[in-house]
């Protein structure tokens, strides 16, 4: 029981001798079951919540090999004062649209037509733009978020500058009704591959089916079928806990979440998507603090025709968590130990 | 070698003592092996994975800051049957023409000219505007997945509704052919810049040369030409494992990976882009689902011309991770010190 | 004192023995007072950083639900030689218009109008495009990087080949001045919603008041107008370190980082974005490799007028921070008792 190792063995050997720490048992029940009941906790939350909940002995990656393609379909017709009567399909109303991963689908739109260079008044929205007299419109000025270049009159009867511009400016009166309405009954095809490179692990939420019909005519639905990526438009927006008749007439953005949380150890067939809906422009208090649009040109000619769709933006984010298998049992097995 | 300090000298100076644990040496040559064994497996394992092997002592940066700018050069002569022959440049084949980091390029087409707002049949590879007889279309109903609005006339002739759409409706036949073929002959020129706003670092993956010309005239090559940022497109595709030929008849989606893996301890010099290619839409069994289309409108009045261009899609995308100066070693030395 | 328990007690009474380590006591101040300041500095280490800096204590969630709106207002008249006067408002200078979280504002443009298919020389600028004789231009290939298809001519007055493409062939003189150069008073709003769906906490970084007035003619300043979302570009560009007219004439790519670093404990008013502005296209040398371009097309017939807009690449980033109330104290605390 000596505490040095003799020094005439030589410090190689004394290298070789075990060094464990003495103890006191103290024969205390109470304290003892204490004790033994600490030991189990935390026995219990390394089992539990470490291993069986966390799955700590994993390894994760978090795949940036994703692709998502998106396909519109559906036609309506809409019919306004200024143009007539038109026929909606997706290469209209989908804005890009080629396929991409962010998205807008016009449900609305306010028309300017026959917009040609010249002079005008200001609208009476524009702070900037209005006037009292002449001397508020300084010649050569820029109208501050307005239309155009101050030419230095003040028209009384609007009580706004007169500016060069596209005339007639843009006419912006508050929509009251979506003239797409019928956009609820659009669907979204969405598909989306990922890519675990280290794992060699690569899935799409395409069904994998040699039905063809069903990947025709299917509609996403929680319960009944939740492996069909095609999704109508008002089902989406409900199912954030909106109303898509009033989305369409001041626009609104919606999130699909795709989230693939894929236990790798399992079989392939149990890693699928889970989808979650939530609309991404609403403040804590509920209120849409305003709509979403923005002007396109229809003809670039000295005659153009300003259009402002009021859209709904779709956002599709594949988030993607993978578990394989790896060890990271030493950590943990040290801990059981130390105790 | 009292457990507890005398409590004449106060609290204060018991305070000053220094406690230790008590040992037992255990002079055991075979636990006494095993045991330096163990820890000389711990030193191992601390300084070669670590230290040498995850450069545990650095500080690393995950910089969200980089840039990514595309330029696509090439041209192509196609010779369709609707519109005879038209010389493909890349502002007609890229789409977005602007220099994104996601773009398309066209591969493919079909083209559907002359549309006009009308009546006719939908197109029988719609489940939805099948019928038997008018019953089966009901009026002002639109058809799911479809082109138009039924009717309520049944066409016998076809066995679908007669809807009104934009007339004829698209022409979708399997393509067999690549109108674009040529298109493996396009460059991509990537300009990606990176900044580590904590390191205050920043650097580009085009070669710094005086050389003007080796920047028009180079292409990229792991071997030859590693810090050329040109890309010859069927090169691309062919290190992804696939043919261009193939792809570009269906049309797919690559994914162009820049790794930026910088160690700032080293010289700026050594600090340079690894590039890897790989293809995005394939399923585990190397099954590619189906092509990559979307649809386009040539014109905007009551004729229009419908294009369907079957596009490969590429995505560049920049991961960066740098490792810089900085102590973690506390950590590391305090798990030394324990064992 | 027994080192090991009575095997006559039995195993199950020996469990609930407490077992503790024996420890030496050594009355020598200098060991004891360096003891106990390694101790202050541990205890110091883990309150003052742990807790107090890094606030160990909170859960942190990286929000991935954000929404990035974008609108620009502004005018201004471009006069050039080509097509005369033009009045380019957000509707033609802005790409792509729909209010992306990407998005190119043109400063300035070279026209190459009136461009048919047709024969003539290559541009001098494109290596493969030059010869000395006939034999340099092969029939039918293609010039790599140029702008046609070879007819098998050289031009001895150009030094090029005779091509077939889109002529007269882009005229690339290098930009002097800018002609957009009144885009600095252009005004960017941008609207950015964050969400912590783990938390149930949501905000925009547009000031929440009742004067509507105020962000219609506000303009940001981090010292008089914080939590004004709208930004002129001249301004923008300034704050990067540059200045707005040697951008303008050649482009570059700016970066706008919003940045919410919340602290959910404390009240919702005080989780406010903090904007920073970077340029994104630079060298470590403070040197601008190149400018910023890309090419479209405005008219899409035979004829056809190809623009070269020099643009600023504006990218917002949303970066989320969030910390709410958590517990990630015990991990502490346990290091705590064991010095």
């Known amino acids: 029981m000596g505490v040095t190792a003799p020094l005439s063995r030589g410090f190689f050997f004394s290298l070789l001798n ?3 720490e003495k103890y006191v048992i103290a024969e205390n029940r109470r304290i003892g079951i204490l004790f033994r009941l600490y030991q189990l906790a935390v026995l219990g939350y390394i089992i539990g919540w470490v291993f069986v909940v966390k799955k700590g002995y994993q390894e994760r990656e978090e795949a940036i090999q994703t692709s998502v393609i998106t396909k519109l379909k559906g036609v309506t017709l809409a019919n306004s004062s200024e143009t007539g009567l038109y026929l909606w399909s997706a290469e209209d109303y989908v804005i890009p649209p080629n396929g991409e991963q962010v998205f807008f689908v016009v449900t609305n739109y ?3 037509p026959n917009q040609r260079l010249g002079f005008c008044a200001e609208s009476f929205k524009v702070p900037n733009g209005r006037c009292q007299s002449d001397d508020d419109c ?7 978020s307005g239309h ?3 030419t230095g009159l003040c028209y009384n009867s609007t009580g706004t500058c007169e500016i060069q511009a596209w005339c007639p400016v843009e006419y912006s009166k508050t929509p009251t009704e979506a003239l797409l309405s019928n956009a609820e009954n659009f669907t979204i095809y969405i598909k989306n591959f990922i890519r675990f490179p280290k794992f060699e692990f690569s899935k799409s939420n395409v069904l994998e089916t040699s039905d063809r019909n069903y990947l025709k005519s299917c509609s996403y639905d929680k319960e009944h079928h939740p492996y069909c990526p095609i999704f109508r438009i008002g089902d989406l927006i409900s199912w954030t806990g909106h ?3 009033d989305m369409a007439v001041k626009g609104g953005s919606v999130g699909i979440l795709i989230e693939w949380n894929c236990d790798l150890d399992k079989d392939s067939s149990r890693c699928n998507p889970q989808y979650s809906f939530t609309r991404l422009d609403m403040n804590m208090n509920n209120s849409i ?3 979403y649009n923005f002007r396109c040109i229809f003809k670039k000619n000295s005659i153009r025709q300003l259009t402002s769709p009021t859209a709904g933006k779709f956002n599709i984010i594949p988030t993607i968590i993978a578990i394989g298998s790896g060890v990271a049992l030493l950590g943990a097995v040290s801990n059981l130990l130390k105790y």
Chains 1, 2, 3 share one sequence.
Do not use: A
Request: hydrophobic share 25%; glycine share 14%; net charge negative.
């Open 148 to 150: 155009g270049i101050k």
């Open 289 to 291: 603090t305003s709509g």
């Open 18 to 20: 075990y060094k464990t």
């Open 243 to 245: 109303d898509f008749q």
């Open 138 to 144: 300084i010649e050569g000025e820029t109208v501050i």
């Open 110 to 112: 306010i028309e300017t």
